[in-house]
């Protein structure tokens, strides 16, 4: 039995070593294309683009949020902005038509329906080439759209583009284990943008060309993560979708360990749905990387924490019944001989330093992410709160994922 | 539109880094026998200098020579075996070292044994067999009964031996006391042998009949271990 659980523990731990590996043969392949543009950037034309912000119960954000958009470095007359109001039950609607003074700006207020009714609202009342969203708790940076702009600008191919997601004024211990995984985040999912894999097309700030939508319909429930389908969806019709880093939106990142949780628990029970829907493009070379490498990556990682969580409850359940055995048998006595330190008890078996490889691969992607997003390298406080926050609280969301799943829960979206 | 041949390097990059780690674990591994073989050869000179001097000095030096050969050392041998056997997996090298560590402690007790008919000095060990070769819950919970009673009485000298160890020498001890497999553990003090668990008070109040033993003063502990 034992030898059953050590074979899939190494067999684990090979694909996990593998994706790293993977992830930074792409950076080492693709290093000079990462951009980050510090000037303005100009576009030899600049096409008219709708912005929809869907907004439940946002009150307090979505003011900012408007705000932002405005401030946008591209052109007034291209920019629509449409701002739905998915039946808030608080002051949502009042702050959002303050805005309709605005020539650009146009509201709406329908009964609550989720928001990819309120982006398919938006949709349809889109006549611009280009459409995009933009979450109500988010802000984008003014130089962003035009940055977005100019990937379409030089290459007619590209469908979609999503910006870099950074996490907006952290402050609690939560928020700064947040803030490392963004900025990984934005790491990986250039990585991504270079393999043709991308599999989220985030709600702050992705634009599209309004073609994707005509082609493909509109924006589906999605197990309440209608911007990752949207992205599967492409992802099986072989319509691009890129990465443009410099293009910076903040988003507020949940407070709580339990906001924190709920999140999550809707993006991965978010992606093991859209992933068991989509299940017919899994390992067909026909849908590249995303389907050999992106979701096979997903699955891997879920099986790895789930895995790993059950080991380590194992060993302390192991651990404290040696120590009551201990009690029981020879009582409290605690002899100062077992207690000298030495070397020679320093666990060495190989998969020591497998681990050691695979954490030294995702600081260098904080690491990296970081330079990306905010100009600086080096290590922060930030990354050191990454590893317990997520590796002992993301199994609960991950084990809850996939035990809805099996029992056909739909988690609710706060 | 696939590049198959990054698949494939990235394969084999991963293979060769599963090779080096499992190359530096050996590495590691490699040392710590190492460092086993280095005590085992020093508790090998200690006795083999001890027999000598005992041989030498006869019965002039009895205070002298029951000082000189380090039981402590032979226990701290035990405890990084039972290790290496847990986490370097039973190789061949760990189970040589094993009978090796048998034997020393045979030779350890003989000549304890034999000072102690010389220098009249009551000698306070006791002879425990378990086995690895099945699942003892028993033999755990009687060693964590030995360990204990060993920090609490330094003069006490305890001696494992493993059941199903492939030497001669053990099997003869197996034959003089009788011992069988499915009676284990099993324990001798003062030539009586006992099997299945002895719980600590029991064994306790045997010790101090047997060999009227005092618990071990911490300023005494302090003392031995300068």
Known sequence: MASIFSVIFYILIFLSVYVQVFFFVTFLQNRKKIIIRNSKVSLSSYPSVTIVVPCWNEEHTVERTVNSLLDLTYPKDKLKILLVDDGSTDSTFNVINKFSQFPNVKVFHKENGGKYTALNLGLLHTETDFFGGLDADSFADRESLVRIMSYFDKDSEIMAVAPSVIAYNSKTFIQNAQKAEYNMSVYLKKMLGFLGAINVTPGPLTIFRKKV????????????????????????????????NDAYVYTNTPTTIKKLYRQRLRWIYG???????????????????????????????????????????????????????????????????????????????????????????????????????EGKWGLSLYMLYFFPVFSLIAPFWLMKAVYNTVLQRKPAWR | MIDWKKYLIVFLITVSLFLSASYVSNYFGERKIDQLKSIQDKIAIDILSSETQFSLLSELSCKNISDSVFSGELAELGSKLEWSERNLGATEEVSYLKKYYSLLQIKDYLLMKKISARCGVKSSFILYFYTTAENCSLCEKEALVLTELRSKYQQLRVYSFDYSTDLSAVKAMLQIYKIKDTALPALVIDDEVLTGFHGIDELEALIKKSFKLQETKPEENTQKSN
């Open chain 1, 271 to 373: 992606f093991i749905n859209n992933t068991i829907d989509y299940r017919s493009v899994l390992f067909k070379k026909q849908y590249g990387n995303f389907s050999l490498f992106t979701l096979p990556m997903g699955v891997i990682s879920i099986v790895s924490v789930a895995y790993l969580f059950v080991r380590i409850v194992y060993n302390i359940g192991d651990f404290i019944y040696a120590k009551i055995n201990v009690f029981n048998t020879v009582g409290w006595h605690f002899s100062s001989a077992n207690f000298y330190p030495d070397t020679f008890f320093i666990n060495s078996q190989s998969f020591i330093f497998l681990v050691v490889f695979i954490y030294l691969l995702v600081v260098f992607a904080m690491i990296f992410g970081r330079r990306m997003t």
């Open chain 1, 213 to 244: 939508f005509d082609d493909l319909g509109p924006y589906r429930h999605g197990h309440n993560t209608e911007d990752m389908e949207i992205a599967y969806r492409m992802q099986k019709n072989k319509y691009r979708i890129e990465h443009c």
